[in-house]
């Protein structure tokens, strides 16, 4: 069973914490990703979809507080995993985690491991969350021009930004799509 | 940035000339890059001296689709992932979310679960072999690979009712118990596969030209493949064995007997062969599931069966009385959800799983209990909590980071792909390397758009 | 029934169309412009069980300028539409375009921020595959059906 041991820190601690994991022989950083806990249900609050009632007209609490404090918007989780080149044993595995504000700014782990840098940028790409000590960061999963950060809460899910066709801003006479303006605009 | 020869060769041009690269673009619209993604290589001749990737042409927003949808709901869009293999995924998903709830499935229905993924994983090294066969000119091989793939397609098709996009598991267990005559027609089709995977050996594994352009490229270190987090057999082809089935077993793996292939010297030929190796593991590993599977409850006589039409007006006048020895015939569609999947491919638990279709064409708490399974923001509950959970997937260790706020539907769902960390890596694959040599490398990457960009 | 239909200079050009769209409908060169699950029922089309060979049109040609047929086969995202729209200015006409998969006709259930809903609101489509995937058989159908009104086009010599 795959049990990481969870630990929480402060954000400027994460680079010490990854280093000094790394030292302990942590040689495989598994997984980055990054939580938006901006729209949190917080346990007893009336919500459409919070129907815990069944057949036998038992009611369970099934919130619970949110995890992160409340200044906090985003929690970046680092997953690494201790590997024995030899054996292919996996010795142990650490979830790191660290709630990091509105502008968020973290040191980056490229140093430590390469793969750092795809996974920083699409947690970039993603959420917004900006990293330092890296070479410029850019996009990974969409294009360049796009604006805003989908996985973000407040992102709504069908708002598109074509590059070419309808709603893309381009002249209707543009050969490069075939309907005329389209009745919705997305804003 | 443009890096002269010099930065690399350390030798300097001939006086009055001078080194230079030039910029070439390979895809994303590339008959060799499996589905789209884009190279732009800086190139000396024909030796590549730089490589930069850029993904994100299959982004489809799988994540924040999952934060939309409720839990059950998700599985189609898990199927799409790595469409190669959508039985490991949707087991993949399914099992991270059974974790957090706590639920465990029984006995037959994790069998069940092991064997739909090892066909899948089957039907992805098909692939992966078959089209970077392709890629080098072995168009035969490619055929007969395609041609055991479509057998196993049919079998799928008969289990789950679709070829590829299968959405089979569901919170609980899969959607229906195997078909009486699944076992049979496995055996058969094994046997037929044996024969063809035997054929592509015989045609590509000593053969020159295949030899020549798959040992000694795309080597990777040891060092280099655990410092990208690489898993699967890239990573196996380097010589560590580490695989998710062995190191954390999960569903019922630590009762089976199989091996994991180990390469030496991390080139293409090495990740060939452990796919070939594993194809025939995985077979391994169905024969051995269909032999130890506890029983369902088949066996019956067609007195025991009344339409489900008969359940349906019998339940609403109320005669119920003798319905619960019965089974519904129902349409072909609806079979293996009913009486006999009940607590061998389903857990019982009604607030995770449909009742059994007799249930629920039967007697009212049945109804209700349906109902309230697939109302919207009524459904399957997950508990608050955060978790994650790994498979074995096609290329590596598949993972799910799931964390749950309660409701009927997932709060974040990160899906951790093991060909992006592969495609992270391809810089160190390719640099120093030949043109020609993309090919047979990227073949062997096995790069899924789906999983890659989600 | 209007003049020139009847006339002997319009058998002639009917006749050269109906032989010019037989000789087109089977020799389809394809080009397959694979993005996602689609490709592999495309790949399952064109291997030995479900063979394309048999419609004329096996060979796929891997780049516009010598292709025909454009069969966009799945998803197609916004990153991706402007490389589609370039590939398909690039093909010489006579040119027609397959929307294999639901996510080509109209987005399928993709309905996000990165998927286009639909090819036909960046090129004109001649057929409509839908299903995800679609099965082999529906293909072929659908393809048979293109073929019917290739055999259809009016060429336009002599008009």
């Not at chain 2, 959508?86 to 679960?113: D, F, H, S």
């Not at chain 3, 891997?62 to 966009?72: I, Y």
Request: charged fraction near 25%; proline fraction near 7%; aromatic fraction near 10%.
């Amino acid at each position: 069973m795959i049990a990481p041991e969870v630990r929480r820190v402060e954000p400027q601690k994460v680079f010490e914490t990854l280093k000094a994991l790394k030292d302990a022989g942590y040689n495989v950083l598994v997984d980055m990703t990054a939580v938006d806990y901006s729209a949190w249900p917080e346990p007893g609050s009336s919500d459409p979809y919070d129907k815990t009632y069944r057949m036998t007209g038992e009611t369970k609490e099934l919130r619970k507080p949110r995890p992160i404090p409340a200044a906090a918007r985003f929690d970046v989780v680092y997953q690494v995993m201790k590997l024995d080149p030899e054996t292919g044993a996996d010795k142990g595995r650490v979830e790191l985690h660290t709630a990091v504000g509105e502008e968020p700014v973290l040191r980056s782990a490229m140093s430590l491991w390469p793969i750092a840098d795809w996974l920083e940028r699409e947690v970039w790409d993603m959420f917004g969350v900006r990293f330092t000590d890296r070479p410029d960061i850019k996009r990974l999963l969409l294009y360049e021009q796009f604006q805003g950060h989908p996985l973000r809460k407040d992102y709504p899910i069908s708002k598109r930004q074509p590059l070419i066709g309808p709603a893309s801003g381009e002249p209707a006479g543009n050969p490069s799509f075939n309907h005329s303006e389209p009745t919705v605009k997305y804003d | 940035m443009i890096k002269t020869a010099q930065d690399i060769a350390g030798e300097p041009a001939a006086p009055g000339r001078r080194h230079q690269t030039y910029l070439l673009n390979m895809g994303p619209a590339h008959p060799a890059m499996h589905g789209i993604i884009r190279l732009i290589l800086e190139i000396e001749g024909e030796k590549i001296v730089n490589t930069e990737t850029e993904i994100g042409y299959l982004h489809r927003a799988f994540e924040k689709h999952a934060e939309v949808e409720p839990w059950n709901n998700v599985v189609p869009w898990t199927d799409r992932l790595n469409y190669v293999s959508p039985l490991i995924n949707n087991v993949g998903y399914a099992m991270a979310v059974e974790k957090l709830c706590g639920i465990t499935v029984p006995e037959r229905g994790q069998y069940i679960r092991v064997i739909a993924s090892e066909i899948s994983r089957i039907t992805d090294h098909l692939t992966c072999v078959g089209a970077s066969a392709m890629e080098l000119g072995a168009f035969t091989v490619f055929l007969y690979l395609i041609k055991s793939r479509e057998y196993l397609y049919q079998l799928i098709d008969h289990l789950t009712g679709a070829r590829i996009t299968t959405s089979y598991t569901r919170i609980g267990g899969v959607k229906g118990d195997l078909p009486p005559d699944f076992k049979a027609k496995c055996l058969e089709i094994f046997k037929k596969i044996r024969k063809d995977i035997s054929d592509s050996d015989k045609l590509l594994t000593k053969n020159r030209i295949f030899v020549d352009r798959m040992e000694g490229t795309g080597i990777i270190s040891k060092e280099d493949a655990l410092a990208y987090a690489i898993t699967g057999p890239f990573l196996r082809s380097t010589g560590v064995p580490y695989d998710v089935r062995k190191a954390h077993p999960y569903l019922i793996y630590d009762r089976l007997n199989f091996e994991i292939p180990v390469g030496t010297k991390g080139d293409n030929f090495d990740r060939y062969l452990a796919r070939l190796a594993e194809i025939e593991q995985s077979m391994r590993i169905v024969e051995q599931c269909l032999e130890q599977m506890p029983e369902g409850k088949h066996s019956l006589e067609p007195s025991e069966m009344e339409e489900a039409y008969v359940f349906q007006d019998q339940g609403k006048h109320g005669d119920t009385a003798l319905l619960y020895k019965y089974r519904a015939k129902v349409d072909q569609t609806l079979e293996g959800m009913g009486r006999d999947a009940d607590g061998t491919a389903r857990t019982r638990d009604r607030g995770h799983v449909l009742p059994p279709k007799e249930e629920t064409y039967g007697n009212i708490e049945g109804l209700m209990d349906h109902f309230q399974m697939v109302m919207w923001s009524w459904g399957v509950k997950v508990p608050a909590g955060e978790t994650y959970f790994a498979v074995e997937g096609g290329n590596g260790e598949l993972g799910f980071h799931i964390v749950s706020s309660g409701s009927d539907r997932a709060y974040r769902i990160r899906c951790r792909p093991p060909c992006l960390y592969i495609m992270a890596a391809l810089p160190k694959l390719l640099n120093g390397g030949w043109v020609a040599d993309i090919v047979p490398t990227f073949g062997s990457v096995n790069m899924i758009g789906g999983e890659l960009d989600r | 029934m209007p003049v020139d239909e009847a006339a002997p200079a319009g058998a002639v050009t009917t006749q050269l169309d109906a032989a010019l769209g037989w000789a087109r409908k089977y020799s389809i060169f394809q080009y397959p412009f694979v993005t996602a699950c689609c490709g592999m029922e495309f790949m399952s089309t064109a291997a030995s069980h479900y063979d394309l060979d048999r419609f004329g049109a096996a060979f796929p040609r891997f780049s516009p300028r010598q292709a025909d047929v454009l069969m966009v086969v799945g998803t197609i995202s916004h990153k991706m539409a402007p490389v589609l729209r370039r590939i398909y200015d690039q093909m010489a006409a006579p040119k027609w375009v397959v929307a294999f998969g639901v996510c080509t006709c109209t987005g399928g259930f993709y309905n996000n921020y990165a998927t286009v809903q639909g090819i036909d609101t960046i090129v004109p489509v001649d057929l409509y595959i839908p299903g995800c995937p679609p099965r082999p058989e529906m293909v072929l159908d659908g393809l048979v059906k293109l073929q019917a009104k290739i055999q259809k086009q009016r060429s336009g010599i002599g008009s």
